[in-house]
């Protein structure tokens, strides 16, 4: 992994929230809610955010905000053609509402880490104030169009192409979404000096992602909240509400 320059890197790793992740109470709803969960629980972390796609159809950014999400990661992209026809929406809806929110794209195996970046580029505006962009890759095994899982080798080879790419045009490393299978398969001891979004549904990171430092938690994918209908993706900042507006204010330089 090559070193970044402190213009345009952000120092996400590293973070010792002094909050309780054990006995606080859930926040929001959950269809199918999680009793125990093992290295402890995502509600007492103070931040919470949500990240979404058309799939949620329209929101009421007003009532998620009132309801204290505090952040979102909209998806924008996928592979080298596709945009999610709701991704104008949705980041005008979160803006307006004062809830801070970047794009995402879902990496696509069978095209090009190159041509995804520029259709990415092509379809994402640079925004003042924006969080960084998020790179996401997991399997996709109902993909109707691309079974390929090429080598792990391959896969951080075209990443780091990708984030380049976003780093130069943006300015910003994006970060990066995984899932616990990916993960192990491909990411597990690189990537070291890069943010991380991690997807663990039954157990603290710590467990399922063991010695891999992260920036946010999703914690589940069937969330409840006044503002969205049907389920939602729910997350956290991991890190303190002091450690949030820190992070706010070096990442939206």
């Not at 093992?38 to 799939?55: L, N, S």
């Not at 990496?107 to 995804?116: E, I, L, N, S």
């Not at 993960?183 to 070291?192: I, T, W």
Request: glycine share 8%; hydrophobic share 35%; net charge positive.
């Amino acid at each position: 992994m090559i070193s970044l320059s402190a213009c345009t890197s952000v120092d996400y790793a590293g973070l010792s929230p002094s909050v309780t992740t054990v006995s606080a109470k859930p926040r929001y709803g959950d269809s199918d809610p999680i009793t125990a969960w093992q290295g402890g629980a995502p509600f007492g972390f103070p931040v919470h955010g949500v990240d979404i796609a058309k799939y949620q159809g329209d929101l009421d950014w007003k009532t998620l905000k009132q309801q204290g999400v505090e952040f979102a990661f909209i998806k924008a992209t996928e592979g080298g053609d596709l945009l999610d026809p709701m991704y104008a929406k949705h980041t005008s809806g979160a803006r307006q509402a004062g809830i801070a929110n970047s794009a995402y794209h879902f990496y696509y195996f069978c095209t090009p880490a190159r041509k995804q970046a520029e259709w990415f580029i092509r379809n994402v505006p640079r925004i003042r104030g924006s969080l960084p962009h998020v790179l996401d890759m997991e399997w996709n095994p109902h993909s109707p169009t691309c079974k390929l899982r090429p080598p792990a080798a391959v896969v951080r080879r075209e990443m780091e192409i990708f984030m380049r790419m976003i780093e130069r045009h943006y300015g910003k490393r994006p970060i990066i979404y995984t899932t616990v299978d990916f993960h192990e398969e491909n990411l597990a001891g690189h990537f070291k000096n890069d943010s991380f979004w991690l997807r663990s549904v039954k157990a603290h990171p710590k467990v399922t992602y063991p010695g891999r430092p992260f920036t946010f938690w999703q914690y589940t994918g069937t969330g409840r909240v006044k503002g969205a209908t049907g389920d939602i993706d729910l997350n956290v900042f991991h890190g303190s509400r002091d450690q949030w507006r820190e992070w706010v204010k070096r990442s939206t330089r």
